[in-house]
Structures are given as structure tokens and as C-alpha cells.
């Protein structure tokens, strides 16, 4: 906390000191948890006499960019939706002429109403009499934390109309804080990126044909998609014990532990192995790797990845991307999936209810479409396409 933030509060005591660095607390857990903003414009309206709080980030463009989701206190939501129909291109306190010249002079600091324009133009406007006023705020005070394209993000302060404009004491605290703010603001935008990259992540692990499992070098399982929960139901296949993950013989489970230890020691090398599961069935193929550098404080050891396709089950490639790959017709397609799995000409034409003469044609078109020749490389060239459209 700097000394002068100290000076401006008056003697502090023990206690008011305490307050105080719980505010800083909140500001930069409100980084991490976004809907601590709320109390954040509050606890900050009430410092500098404020009534009123709304963390914008608006475009100087055309003004777009107001969203319910904004944090904002003691401010009613339908002035939100009134914003954004109608006064978010005629903000006096925001739009500006030239919005190229101005963000290149753009910088963080703190303004009120009277430095950005005169009262007495402000009080004439129609932004000040149809939206200030009804919401009873007479002056602004216009927090600004960061800029990112045309965007410009601000906290502003609304002061109800029976108070004088902010005055020194009550600017120089608020630009005590103001770096906290800033820095509060950036650090919660970069977390809030990197969330959206693992959610997104999640989302494409998740929706991947193979059983995908995350464990660290002892083979705790950190996160499983969807098609290696339904591989741990396969009997004699993978099993979790107290959380780790091993295979059904003991021999299997020895060795895949080793290859998980190994691709989570600092050598980093992976393997694969064959998880046998019953006479007369194809096994499950397991491929070991690392997945990311050892290092955090947080989570110590290496992430490893455990990729397991089930031979035995036959993945159907999305008939939609085929059309859109090769400029197949529907009945194209469907032949073509439909050789994938591995029936003949004369038993396609049997379930599809067509003449072999039929099949056949549509077999020609299908070799020109693709650039093949034969079934079997047609065949070939379905298992690549499927393997790129399910990485």
C-alpha cells in the first residue's frame, strides 16, 4: 500500500489500516473471481463518495460494447438496456471524433465529467437530463484501466446530484488505488483468456473418439474424457485403483505404470503398448506421452498423457465432412462409409436396396471425387480423413 494512500485517509488506526488492506484483498481477489467487482465498485464508490459504480469496456468506435454481464452497483438493470438501445452512441462522456488520434494520446489515469468537457455543455445534453438525472447522478468520475484495440476499459464513479463535484482529496485517493485496479484488471483479463483456452480444450479432449486420460507420474488420473470413462467399463480392460490408473493382470498394470513414470520423469519419453483383453478380441492400444513441463508450484511433476483406441470398435467418420472434403452426394457418402466398415459391393447394394449396376456407378464417382482408384485405397484414404477429423 503506498505511504501517500495512508496520509490521505487521515491517522489511521489499527483497525482502519486493517479495512484497508482487506479492500486491497478484495481488488485483487475480484482477479480471480469475477463477480467480486460488484462489491469492489461499491466499497470504491463509498471511499471516494460515490452512489454509484458500472466497470465498462467500451468501444470509441461507435460506443458498442455495454453488456448486462457488466459489473456494475446500486445502478438498475433496465439502465443497462436503455445504454445499449439508445445512448451508447450519444455518450458526450465517452464517444469522441477521432477515435485513432485519441487512442494513440490514450492513457491510464483518472477524470472526472468537468475535465473531459464543460459543466454547463454537459447539463444541457440529453445524455445528462434523459440518463444521468433520472438515475439522480450529477457527476462522474472515469477510472480508466486498460485499452485493447478500440476497446477501452473504465470504472466510473457516479456522484448523486446533491454533492459537489469530486474534489483533490477524493481524486488523489483514488489515484492511490488506481494501480491496484489496473494491475487487478489486466491479471483477471489474462486468467479469464487462459480459462477460455483449457475450457476449449476440455470441450475438443472431450469429444474425441479416443479415451483420453491426464495423470501424473505415478498415474493419477487428473482429468478423463468421456470415451476413456466408457473404455474403464470395457471388462478386463483399464481400471481405476485409489484413483490411479492400472490395467486388469498385474503384468499389464507393471508395465503400463512403468511407461507412465518414465514419460513423467525428466528424460520424458513415452511408449505404447497393447492392453490385451480376451481371446479372439482386438486389444486396446495405449500410447504414453508427456504432455507438459515439470515446474509449477502449484502442481508439481509432469502431466502425462494416456491415449487408448479400442481396436474392436469401429468410429463412423462424420458423413457431413465427407460431403464437404470430396463434394460426395448423400448415397455417395453413405457407400462410401459404408465400404469403411468393411462390406462389399453386393452387400451394400443388398442394404441400400439398389441394383449392383447402381452401386457400381456410384462407386466410379466416388474414385473420381477422391482421386483413388481402388477400394482398397479409397479405404486408406477414408482411415487418414478419419484420423484428421478426430485428432
Partial sequence: MPESLWGLLGERGGVAMAEDNRFLDLVYDAAVQPLLWVPVLE????????????????SVQDGSGISL????????????????????QRNPLHNVPDPSAYMKQWKPCILTDENWMRKDALVRSEFYNDFLQPQDVDSVMMIRLAKRGSEIATINIGRATPRHQFDGAEIELANSIHPHLIRAFNLGRKLAGAQRVEQDLQHTIDRSPHGLFLLDATGAIRHVNKAGEALLRIPGGLQVNEGRLIAHSQSQTKRLLGLIACAGSPSGAGGSMALDIAPGRLPISLTIAPLTEAGSPHLRGRTVLV???????????PEKQLRDLFGLTPAETRLALALLDGITLREAAERFETSQH???????????????NRQSDLVRLLMRVDGVARP
Avoid at 466499497?43 to 467500451?58: E, F, I, K, N, Y
Avoid at 446500486?74 to 439502465?79: L, V
Fill in 43 to 58: 466499497q470504491l464508490a463509498d471511499m471516494v463518495g460515490g452512489s454509484t459504480g458500472w466497470l465498462s469496456q467500451l
Fill in 69 to 88: 454481464d457488466d459489473p456494475r452497483c446500486r445502478i438498475d438493470p433496465k439502465w443497462t438496456a436503455h445504454y445499449a438501445a439508445y445512448y451508447e
Fill in 307 to 317: 491415449c487408448a483406441t479400442d481396436l474392436e470398435a469401429r468410429t463412423k467418420l
Fill in 358 to 372: 447402381t452401386t457400381r456407378t456410384q462407386l466410379a464417382r466416388i474414385f473420381d471425387k477422391t482421386g483413388t
